[in-house]
T-cell receptor, first 115, second 110 residues
Framework: DTGVSQDPRHKITKRGQNVTFRCDPI?????LYWYRQTLGQGPEFLTY????????KSRLLSDRFSAERPKGSFSTLEIQRTEQGDSAMYLC?????????????FGEGSWLTVV | QKEVEQDPGPLSVPEGAIVSLNCTYS??????FMWYRQYSRKGPELLMY????GNKEDGRFTAQVDKSSKYISLFIRDSQPSDSATYLC??????????FGKGMKLTVNP
């Protein structure tokens, strides 16, 4: 079990550029989540996939944000026209389906700095 | 009022102390409760998971949930310097969305 893998771990980008983060969940996990965490705050929910279906999205996920999980395995989170307020750690998490699906495991996160 | 309230601390204790961390919540639909540990610039690591009310023990860690008071606790016995981290409570109801507290920064001094 290799855990949830995220790439890149760190990204510095200029305001207005697009960035994409990739997440590889734990192999047998059907559910995949994206969260955002800023300094001094707990993670905030962005979106959730069950297999390839995006079933829940937060109001935090503005039109500039899009997430996909095309084959129900890895997922990507794209931020278009980045703003300084997008600077945060983007966390991916996964969990299996019930009955063991109530524990959610996080990756190490992808740090984004928008300059 | 935020759905989940957690005192952000910081909290500093001597090695060997018993640490008590707490969260309160307002949403009575929450039924799954978790505690995560997060080291600086790392992702949250799941420590304890509890369903509904009751206690759960795992080594030096004990999680308690009191749904009638909407109050959850994490106790750390015989605290070690390696326990120094930020501790996050998290919970959810029927939705898949986990709601986190702000996190409490704990330092255990040798």
């Amino acid at each position: 079990d290799t855990g949830v893998s995220q790439d890149p771990r760190h990204k510095i980008t200029k305001r207005g550029q697009n960035v994409t983060f990739r997440c590889d969940p734990i192999s047998e996990h059907n559910r995949l989540y994206w969260y955002r965490q800023t300094l001094g705050q707990g993670p905030e929910f962005l979106t959730y996939f069950q297999n390839e279906a995006q079933l829940e999205k937060s109001r935090l996920l503005s039109d500039r944000f899009s997430a996909e999980r095309p084959k129900g395995s890895f997922s990507t989170l794209e931020i278009q026209r980045t703003e300084q307020g997008d600077s945060a750690m983007y966390l991916c998490a996964s969990s299996p389906l019930p009955p063991s699906g109530n524990t959610i495991y996080f990756g190490e996160g992808s740090w984004l700095t928008v300059v | 009022q935020k759905e989940v309230e957690q005192d952000p601390g910081p909290l500093s204790v001597p090695e060997g102390a018993i640490v008590s961390l707490n969260c309160t919540y307002s949403n009575s639909a929450f039924q799954y409760f978790m505690w995560y540990r997060q080291y600086s610039r790392k992702g949250p690591e799941l420590l304890m998971y509890t369903y509904s009310s009751g206690n759960k023990e795992d080594g030096r860690f004990t999680a308690q949930v009191d749904k009638s008071s909407k109050y959850i606790s994490l106790f750390i016995r015989d605290s070690q310097p390696s326990d120094s981290a930020t501790y996050l409570c998290a919970m959810r109801g029927g939705s898949e969305k986990l709601v986190f507290g702000k996190g409490m920064k704990l330092t255990v001094n040798p």
